[in-house]
């Protein structure tokens, strides 16, 4: 038997249990062309929320009934694919269960470089890093000389973030909550400043951290926070819309920043992006990005608990918390 997460019915505000329905099936056989994957690591993402809700974005939202999405980790158990043998590891958008039967699409195997957890495939080596490559690389046109200031900075795309940015010269100050996190930029990945966000007057804060203002701002939290960097935008200043964590949870419509003429005066531009549209260049992000693990630059931050199919709404809600620090991996107890 084999236990799944499907969507109850459309969340309202914060998720709750009652969004999600846990459901027993059996596991199946493959049938040909097809194997049985044991998902050991659920991948758990800000995007989740928004995936729940009806409506248009960059992807069709999950119906009700259906299993939740979610990209995963697992192991090949049985297999009538000439592709993928028993034993493999591969990585997949299986969803939250314990068992998937697929017929290979959009899967891949996975042989992690040394020295580097499995788990990194769903952070630094996945989605997490792509985001945070493309992002500041492509969109963010990063400069040695630069200021970047990443918000939501010691989660998994903002950790990638101000590390890059370091690597590629330019000057990094993260925005995170709490004096933990702040320390944890400064001290053990080289950052060079981090502000606290939920120790006031941000503002305030920001312009000390930022003497020179700032060259790319790369937003994973929208609301305040964007309106307060907007306020310290150099000229020609690129702003990065990656995500707006701080908004996914509303319950009215997203307001707008209210400092957006900052644009016109800095003569800023600013951008959203979507991972997906790089997925023909993720080998060039995965080269740099491996290599940079094994020179010592770039460290994989991870946060994983382990726990059971039923503790997934709880992990999803502490993304919304700031309850993880680095990428959150919910790894199945067996
Ligand atoms: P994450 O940053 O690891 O986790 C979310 C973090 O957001 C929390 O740890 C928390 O940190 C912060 N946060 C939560 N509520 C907040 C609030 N109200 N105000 C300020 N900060 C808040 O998640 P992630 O996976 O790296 O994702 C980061 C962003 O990237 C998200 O917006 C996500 O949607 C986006 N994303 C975009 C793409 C794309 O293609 N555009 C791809 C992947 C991810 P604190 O303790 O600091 O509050």
């Known amino acids: 038997m084999s236990r799944r997460i499907q969507l109850a019915g459309r969340p309202v505000g914060e998720v709750k249990e009652s969004d999600f329905e846990l ?13 049985v994957c044991e998902v050991t690591h659920i991948s758990i993402d800000p995007a989740m929320r928004g995936w729940m809700n009806a409506g248009r974005s960059y992807i069709e939202p999950v119906e009700v009934g259906d299993v939740m999405r979610a990209l995963t980790l697992g192991r090949v158990v049985d297999s009538r694919h000439d592709k993928f043998a028993e034993g493999d590891i591969v990585v997949g958008t299986f969803g939250v269960r314990e068992h998937a039967i697929s017929d290979g699409k959009g899967v891949n195997k996975i042989t992690p470089p040394e020295g580097v957890s499995l788990t990194a495939h769903l952070g630094i080596l996945g989605m997490t890093g792509f985001t945070a490559y493309f992002g500041l690389l492509d969109v ?37 909550g709490g004096p933990e996190k702040c320390r944890m930029l400064v001290e053990e990945l ?21 003497p020179d203002h700032v060259d790319v701002f790369f937003d994973n939290v929208g609301g305040e926070v964007l309106d307060h960097a907007l306020t310290r935008l150099a000229r020609g200043a690129r702003v990065v819309i990656c ?27 600013m951008s959203g992006f979507v991972v997906f549209d790089y997925a023909d260049r993720y080998a060039e992000a995965i080269a740099d990005l ?45």
């Open 290 to 334: 491996s290599r940079w693990l094994a020179e010592g630059r770039l460290h994989s931050v991870e946060d994983t608990v382990r726990g059971d199919i039923e503790s997934f709404p709880e992990m999803l809600a502490r993304l919304f918390s700031g309850r993880n620090t680095g990428k959150l991996v919910l790894e199945l107890d067996r």
């Open 243 to 269: 995500g707006a964590v701080s908004q996914y949870n509303n319950t009215t419509p997203v307001s707008g920043p209210s400092n957006y003429m900052m644009l016109l005066v800095a003569r800023a531009t």
């Open 190 to 210: 080289g950052f060079d400043a981090a502000v606290d966000y939920k120790s006031g007057d941000l503002r305030g804060q920001l312009r000390q951290a930022t």
């Open 23 to 35: 459901v027993e099936t059996e596991v199946g056989e493959p049938g040909d062309g097809e194997f």
């Open 140 to 176: 963010g046109r990063v400069q040695e000389g630069d200021t970047v200031l990443v918000s939501g900075a010691a989660g998994a795309v903002g950790t990638a973030v101000g590390q890059i940015a370091k690597i590629k010269g330019a000057r990094a100050v993260g925005i995170a």
